[in-house]
């Protein structure tokens, strides 16, 4: 429905809801497990994807490795809408890449005669609100439609919802790389050689690292996976050289656990902890960042703090691994809970605090946690954990689950949130046996 064909309030609101689709932002593996799960529930849906395909994030870090397995990547609902075409489920217990994981699953899911027609392409949402009434008002709220504005290559145009769901994930939002989390000062002048997380260092980037002293910022899995590739180049062109700098005073978040219920990933810890200690990784603890700038030489210099002490380093390129933020400048007319601090949900804030929390002790959750004070509007996926460094694709699919149960009327079955998880979590990263040498051995 387009601005041309937005109806006039003069229906009864709750019959002109009725008549209305729910809105998914983002057409990533939660948008489209929430648009199979209205589906099911005989919801109409429209998707909104701003990538030219389905999983256009995704594929960005399509060469990178996943250390869960299919049997956790995908949703029950897609699944049974994807058992009913040709498609053929990968093995349960096979790792998959990036590239794999929207080649084998997100386009024929997108590909269905279910989702297809319901997708639009090339659609930026731009602002949510609803029609005619900005954050202000209240008198007959919860019944007027949602009203998204989409930026497309037609143009502007605007649309009608029953019901919203932000799905549009934080991949684009990367955090700052000064430990005030501002931009750089001179971000313009050393724009080229700042590199986002999970670069396709042996790829298509490779010229961009190979030879270079290459600084990586961040103590995620992001960062352990670009440490890792970078290692590999230095074992094929020793001029290579890698630095590691982390705020905290240590690593342990990168090196993980040897319990790991997910081997691939208590590996990838064991990796990166054994090229520390070969020195193949200078390891930086405890430097807060205060700035970056360019060189006379072409270079950049961080300028920085390491336990009280002024500290600087110069390099060639830099990796910001520093983890994402939610972009909510779409949504300032929507009526928002959010958590001061990680600008989650503030019900679902408590349960995700990485302070406490680590990617597989976070309780399951659903549209109890969720919600906000608006009425039928949803923050799913990546970016309803706000700054917070531990989502994970199954939490995500119990999420939509839950709302889609709700939006239906089956409000005692959305709040019935059951999900089980391996002993630390599935989140995403290369696995350590793609490392040479000593460096892919275990080790305690």
Partial sequence: MTIAELP??????????????VAIIGAGPVGLAAAAQLIERGIDVVVFEAGASAGASVAAWGHTRLFSPWEYLVDEAAGRLLDQTE?????????????????????????TPELAP????????????????????SSGRAATPFLLRVRSNDGISEHLARAVIDASGTYNSPNGLTASGLAPRHLDGIRDHVAPGLPDVLGVDRARFAGKHTLVVGAGHSAANTLLKLAILASEDDRTTITWAI????????????????????????????????QT????????????????????????????????????????????????????????????????????????????????????HGVAELAHPEP?????????????????????????????????????????????????????????????????????
């Fill in 8 to 21: 006039a309030l003069t229906v009864p609101s709750t019959r002109l809801l009725d008549t209305l689709p």
């Fill in 87 to 111: 498609w053929h489920a990968p093995a349960a217990k096979k790792l998959p890449y990036g590239r794999e994981l929207v080649d084998e699953y997100l386009l024929p899911l997108a590909a």
């Fill in 118 to 137: 319901r997708i639009r392409y090339s659609s930026a949402v731009t602002d949510v609100s609803r029609q005619g009434m900005d954050r202000t008002r």
């Fill in 247 to 278: 705020r905290g005073p240590s690593p342990i978040r990168a090196y993980g656990s040897s319990n790991d219920e997910l081997e691939a990933r208590g590996r990838l810890g064991d990796s990166v902890h054994e090229l520390v200690r070969q």
């Fill in 281 to 364: 990784i200078a390891l930086l603890d405890g430097f807060e960042i205060d700035n970056l700038g360019p060189t006379p030489n072409d270079r950049v210099v961080v300028r920085g703090r390491r336990r009280g002490t002024n500290t600087m380093i110069e390099v060639d390129q830099v990796v910001n691994a520093t983890g994402f933020r939610p972009d909510l400048g779409m949504l300032r007319e929507i009526r928002l809970s959010l958590d001061d601090v990680v600008e989650a949900p503030r019900a679902l804030a408590p349960l995700i605090d990485p302070n406490h929390h680590s990617c597989g002790t976070v309780y399951p």
């Fill in 376 to 444: 039928n509007f949803f923050i799913a996926g990546m970016k309803s954990y706000g700054r917070a460094p531990t989502f994970l694709l199954l939490t995500g699919y119990e999420q939509v689950r839950s709302i889609a149960d709700e939006l239906a009327g089956n409000h005692a079955a959305a709040r019935r949130v059951q999900l089980v998880l391996p002993e630390t979590g599935v989140c995403s990263t290369t696995t350590a046996d793609e490392i040479p040498g000593p460096a892919s051995a275990c080790c305690s």
